[in-house]
């Protein structure tokens, strides 16, 4: 297993036994206090045990080396689990919604809760922040998605535990029940609209897409760097959790002999990985200058990119 995927899991270890504690308490103290929304967003402090146990998994299938039926390896399972934890970050946001709305519509009825309500969540919100901020930090210096999906999960229980909060301070301050309930819905449209924007980022990978269109200007400006190399076209990138695969066409001199068409591809790829980092694999394709093939399959090239 590469470093990379040890920091990942070692970030899934500190959110497992972290939100085991909060869970633990909140749903313990929760009932203690007499206050059902901090034994609510106990249960979802639970199940975000589950989103930090399918982290753990999916950085187990990622290390397995490339074999017959996955000649490409195994990394996707990094975004399966993205778009597994989007479903989760989803459910939480309806379930949120749902039982706000019912708690609304009985606001009148609900009971006044204790003061050890208000510094459980006060806790709560500090020990979230903490695993956000480190769930962020990991994710960005591994550049992996399923961790920044984490951390906006774990964005979202902050909100719920403000949402929370909010609602016990008016409620035992100033005997408002029915603002704790209206709160939570508006918290409720946010994680939903969280959850549905980290769906369509994994989907796009997920259909051989990218989310930043931007490296094919990389990949253009590298390859003009090659001498005697012409009219890079037809290229497509891919994104393989957070390496790259690049396919591209190049144009050469048409009298050059096979090993000369060769060694100018090899410098073409050799350009690319001193110009792009994370770069899993590239395949050029040379073809003599001029060169038309009817019925080519899509690709950009340097000018249909400016165009863009």
């Known amino acids: 297993m590469n470093q990379r995927l040890k920091q990942i899991q070692v970030a899934s270890w500190v959110g497992i036994i972290g939100n085991s ?9 929760g009932l203690i206090s007499g206050s059902l929304a901090v034994v609510g967003d106990g249960i979802d402090s ?6 930090f146990l399918i982290i753990f998994f999916a950085t187990r299938i990622m ?11 195994h990394l996707r399972a990094e975004t399966l689990a993205t778009l597994i934890i989007a479903f989760i970050i989803l ?8 039982t706000s709305i019912i708690k609304l519509a009985s606001a009148n009825r609900t009971e006044i ?42 964005l979202s229980d902050i ?23 209206m709160v939570a819905i508006l918290i409720s449209i946010w994680i939903v609209r ?32 090659v001498k005697n190399v012409s009219n890079p076209h037809r290229t497509r990138v891919r994104k393989l959790s957070n390496l790259y695969l690049i396919d591209i066409d190049i144009e050469v001199d048409g009298e050059l002999t096979v090993a ?35 019925g080519e399959k899509y690709g950009l090239s340097s000018k249909e990119f400016a165009c863009d």
């Open 113 to 154: 809760p204790s003061l050890l309500a208000i510094i459980v969540t006060f806790f709560s919100v500090f020990s979230k922040l903490f695993l956000s901020i480190y769930q962020f930090k990991i994710a960005k210096k591994t550049k992996s998605s399923m961790l920044n999906a984490n951390g906006r999960n774990m």
């Open 46 to 51: 639970a199940t975000d045990i589950l989103s």
């Open 194 to 225: 969280t959850a549905i924007h980290i769906f369509l980022e994994a989907n796009t990978e997920l259909m051989e897409g990218i989310e930043d269109t931007s490296i094919y200007e990389e990949v253009f400006t590298a390859v003009k760097k």
């Open 63 to 73: 290390s397995k080396a490339p074999d017959k039926k996955h000649p490409y390896g």
């Open 260 to 294: 000369e068409g060769h060694q100018l591809a090899v410098k073409v790829e050799k350009a690319l990985r001193q110009s792009i980092d994370n770069l899993y694999d590239v395949a050029v394709h040379v073809e003599p200058v001029g060169n038309i093939e009817i």
């Open 21 to 29: 504690i909060l869970a633990l308490l909140k749903v313990s103290l």
């Open 91 to 98: 459910f939480a946001g309806i379930q949120l919604m749902f």
């Open 159 to 181: 909100f719920i535990s403000l949402g929370v909060l909010v609602g016990l301070l008016f409620t035992i301050t100033l005997k408002m029940p029915l603002i704790d309930p």
